[in-house]
């Protein structure tokens, strides 16, 4: 009886797009490629409690103080240096670095400084979900932009920004995207950027999966293009080192991060001087990028291994993205198949296999036959094994298509 | 250039309440009465460390993994058995409580729950700043309610029900109030409760200072005399054992709960599982209330002597507020003071002493002659010197007013 009083951003969502997102499968040989999981073996537990150690020990009984909202200096002077090295991001110094909750802060708090009820944004379709979580609390209107096999469709992008001159933001995962695995050319890049200066809006490039690339060459990330301040680069430590630590950075221009902190402020006070010092502490002690490289070594295997069990197992002529990098493979199945009935009907009861049906990855939910798949978080021989029961589902679908027509 | 892109939410605060609260006092002589910081000499930093080892070996590497927005179990029990014992909440369970990232979170889950622009909503004033700062964001039209000696000034809140009854929201720190200190009576929570339910509207009942009463006797939570779902009971670790995990926890009706979670996965995705795990382990091995009387020991002491160099060292005439508990005292001085303009020119420059000015607490910045002075972070000593410095600042000031006068 409560609901009249809550504020309208609730009426439009009732339920978050994240809620039942990945099922229940307590079955003892349950696989899942469903979450965005990195392996858990290669978590360097030992070093990072070594860490936690250090940073308590280093300030004693004032680490578990309150601290400030930009926590550890060194931290973000490393962060601006991975920025200007890996990122081609030029000038940035440690005050252009903010820490956040995990990426998501970092996206929530760009919806809430765009974002009003009714604001015209613009969104890859598909779209990772928890971005579109993020942006549907602020209500936005959103314009949805095709995916190609280099990235979004730039054209269909700039017809619509014609169209549609007052969209204010454009959120991208450009590096191994989030469902489809697809990297955004370099011509796209530059183009998007020149978008952005000519229609006056925001990029928001979000890029957790950046580092982990496993086969080709690396690209210059979208706001080493930035000449007017219009784009914000978000990265986080979720998928290189540990989800644990909810840490996520974001490179913006000053006028743009004053507010975001600001925000966050108003949040949460201020970035947790532990997780972020030991984090700090880490990276001062071991080397990051070599764990990255070993993180980089184990993906590939997975990646090649479940590319060639999904050529094996799917039906002719079903589309697979061919990721060069990141944790996810997307799937286009025949445009009859609801992959949501079939997760719950067939794939988690019948193959106790999870995956994530395509229509969550939609603002409008209208796209029914696609599915990401993870390949991080399962052994080699779980993909393997799963990949067989994927078929097992997909014929069980495609026989049942009559059965359903006439129950309709 | 890029600000006419922000939301309008911006426009209107252009400056987080909470920035330049605190001003920078390096001086080598310092005191702050400041912030609201716990004693650090009291965090049990040697158990909180064995606790953190704890929660890592008992999952070894998972503990590095993505976790779920529940938070642990037995942690999630023993707070509801807290909640039966200690505030009185009848039928409570570990499903009824949710996590937070520190009370602050709750505060602005709720706000994103309940307000959206122009939407009503009344508080005390002066109410806690990181509040305000977190309702700002959502727009509200706010309703101020004074402060009495025994709580927020009912007999107004009713009379302003009566013109404006679509007041959705209700946000109250009934305990050792932030800023003032003052406790709300047995009859007022009665009452608040009974109007809520008459008005149509819901409680937000913070209580971060609730376990840290140093005279006097408990009295049962505001959500203990709730009938229809309609308070929100929330409350921190911060203050009775450390404010570095950012772990808070609330209680409320499955409607609300489920709704404020749904809000939560698309902010920050998870409770952390390290810093809540680490706390259970904590609260499972050591005895947190004991901890909890060995701080209401040292702040009773600190509390007692403020008191007694306040009325010391203030003007005749001067209204100080007596807590019995919590961690500040409230000010208020000659109506022609600036407390705000009095901290900048005087009191940190000269004097090298920080507190909070008035005119952060009111939603319209527009009382100006108060401050807040907090005690629990000081040492006894500072506590004293401090009291002798805010005399001479405030001599000053008054000094001054004529000379100010003739330069207007």
Redesign the interface.
């Known amino acids: 009886?409560?609901?009249?009083?809550?504020?309208?951003?609730?009426d439009i969502?009732t339920?978050?797009?994240?809620?039942g997102l990945f099922p229940d499968n307590n079955f003892a040989d349950n696989i899942s490629f469903g979450?965005g999981?990195?392996d858990?073996?290669l978590?360097p537990?030992k070093e990072?409690?070594a860490a936690?150690?250090d940073a308590?020990c280093r300030q004693?009984?004032?680490?578990?103080?309150?601290?400030d909202i930009k926590g550890p200096e060194r931290l973000r002077e490393y962060l601006a240096a991975r920025a200007q090295a890996k990122m081609g991001i030029s000038k940035v110094t440690a005050d252009d670095v903010m820490l956040t909750?995990?990426g998501?802060?970092g996206i929530?708090l760009v919806a809430?400084?765009?974002?009003?009820?009714g604001?015209a944004m613009a969104v890859e379709a598909p779209s990772y979900v928890?971005a579109l979580?993020?942006f549907?609390?602020?209500e936005p209107t959103y314009y949805q932009i095709g995916m190609e096999n280099d990235g979004v469709n730039i054209d269909q992008f700039e017809s619509i920004l014609k169209k549609h001159p007052e969209i204010?933001?454009f959120y991208t995962v450009p590096d191994f995207h989030n469902p489809t695995g697809v990297t955004m050319s370099l011509k796209k890049r530059e183009r998007l950027v020149e978008l952005a200066n000519k229609y006056?809006?925001?990029i928001l490039e979000d890029t957790p999966y950046r580092d982990l690339r496993y086969h080709g060459q690396d690209l210059p990330s979208i706001k080493s293009f930035d000449t007017?301040?219009?784009v914000i680069f978000l990265s986080s430590f979720?998928k290189i080192l540990?989800?644990?630590?909810?840490l996520g950075w974001l490179v913006a221009?000053p006028?743009?991060k004053e507010?975001l902190t600001?925000?966050k402020?108003?949040?949460?006070?201020?970035v947790?001087?532990?997780?972020s010092a030991t984090v700090d502490s880490y990276i001062a002690n071991n080397d990051l990028d070599q764990h990255i490289e070993d993180l980089k070594d184990l993906y590939r295997a997975k990646l090649d291994t479940m590319y060639r069990a999904l050529k094996q197992n799917l039906p002719a002529g079903t589309k697979v993205s061919h990721p060069e990098g990141g944790f996810f493979f997307w799937i286009e199945l025949d445009p009859e198949i609801d992959t949501t009935s079939l997760l719950w009907k067939q794939s988690v009861p019948d193959q106790h296999l999870i995956y994530v049906p395509s229509e969550s990855f939609y603002p409008n939910r209208d796209i029914k036959n696609g599915m990401r798949v993870n390949f991080t978080g399962s052994t080699i021989k779980q993909i393997n094994d799963g990949c067989r029961r994927l078929r097992a589902v997909i014929d069980s679908a495609e026989i049942s298509l009559p059965e359903l027509s006439l129950a309709i």
């Open positions: 009886m409560l609901e009249n009083l809550f504020a309208s951003r609730i969502k339920k978050s797009r994240l809620v979450g999981c990195p858990e073996q978590f537990a990072l409690t936690y150690q308590v004693m009984n004032h680490a578990f103080q309150y601290h909750a995990g998501q802060q929530e809430k400084l765009f974002i009003g009820k604001d928890g979580a993020a549907d609390a602020y204010k933001l006056d809006f925001v007017e301040g219009r979720s540990t989800p644990a630590f909810r221009s006028e743009i507010q600001n925000l402020l108003a949040e949460d006070l201020e947790p001087y532990i997780p």
